[in-house]
């Protein structure tokens, strides 16, 4: 199969050609193709005819965004849209993530696909509009909603905490919002699972997450504690949210339900902490 994958350059896309590398891939980075140029996305397209495309490709800086957001709903809206009318008119399936951000943060417990999206941040909304304008073209689209992204490589707040954890001697990391790790590799490895199942039956909304949940200071002290013995854990300490002021609000509870994607795609999932430690060892 012959899949145009956006976004190489970042977490997911990096995951997903190194994943699905048995297949044909046309990988694309922001020099390839600028996807603030719907022109050049429909030009690429029409130039690799691909079977499928992937969009990996996100404007994801949540606090930049709020300056940015023109060009953030260019590439998070926009984008999206037109990759989805291409996809349609070969009849090809469209691949499209989104995020735990377009949700407030209120519900008590885990979000489902069908609950209302309320997104409190520039990046939320700019993501939960790709969304709709995806579902509205319509044709072979799947849209898969994740969370806390992370990996070996870019920028993200695993690598920073272990980078944190040889710079300083004390940590300060917020412990009242509460959602699920998801590694780039996690993505890939189900994605590649996911793809043969691309069927006119099951296109719509799915939350791509492994299991449980947790707060971002627990994470953190999952990642210190394994990586790094020489830190006195004692030393991380938890905060609220409003004594690290950042210029996006973010959502207090980001946690989203998985059984969907499981009970369609026939999946099983391991604990986000296990995902973790996979990473942790391949690194």
Not at 80 to 102: G, L, W
Not at 234 to 258: Q, Y
């Amino acid at each position: 199969m012959k899949i145009l994958i956006t976004g190489t350059n970042g977490q997911v896309g990096h995951a997903l050609m190194h994943q699905l590398k048995e297949h044909q891939l046309v990988g694309l980075t922001r020099q390839d193709c600028d996807l603030s140029q719907p022109k050049q996305i429909k030009q690429t397209i029409d130039q690799h005819q691909p079977d499928l495309i992937i969009n990996s490709a996100a404007f994801t800086k949540v606090d930049q965004a709020e300056n940015e957001s023109e060009l953030a709903f260019q590439i998070n809206q926009d984008a999206p849209m037109v990759m989805a009318e291409k996809a349609r008119e070969y009849n090809i399936p469209f691949i499209h993530f989104s995020t735990d951000y377009v949700f407030d943060g209120k519900k008590e417990g885990s979000y489902m696909e069908e609950d209302r999206a309320n997104p409190l941040s520039v990046y939320g909304q700019s993501k939960l509009a790709g969304e709709r304008v995806v579902q509205e073209v319509g044709g072979l689209h799947y849209i898969f909603r994740t969370s806390w992204v992370y990996s070996n490589r870019g920028q993200n707040f695993y690598l920073t905490m272990r980078r944190l954890s040889n710079e300083r001697a004390t940590i300060k990391v917020v412990a009242d919002q509460i959602g699920v790790p998801t590694s780039s590799a996690f993505i890939a490895e189900q994605i590649e699972k996911i793809i043969p199942q691309l069927y006119e039956n099951n296109t719509g909304l799915y939350h791509l997450v492994p299991e449980g949940a947790c707060s971002w200071f627990d994470f953190a002290k999952q990642i210190i504690g394994i990586t790094n013995p020489n830190f006195n854990i004692d030393n991380l300490h938890s905060i609220k949210t409003f004594e690290f002021p950042v210029k996006a609000r973010r959502p207090p509870n980001s946690l989203i339900d998985n059984k969907k994607i499981k009970m369609n795609f026939m999946l099983k999932f391991d604990s986000w902490l296990i995902e973790l430690n996979k990473v942790i060892n391949e690194a």
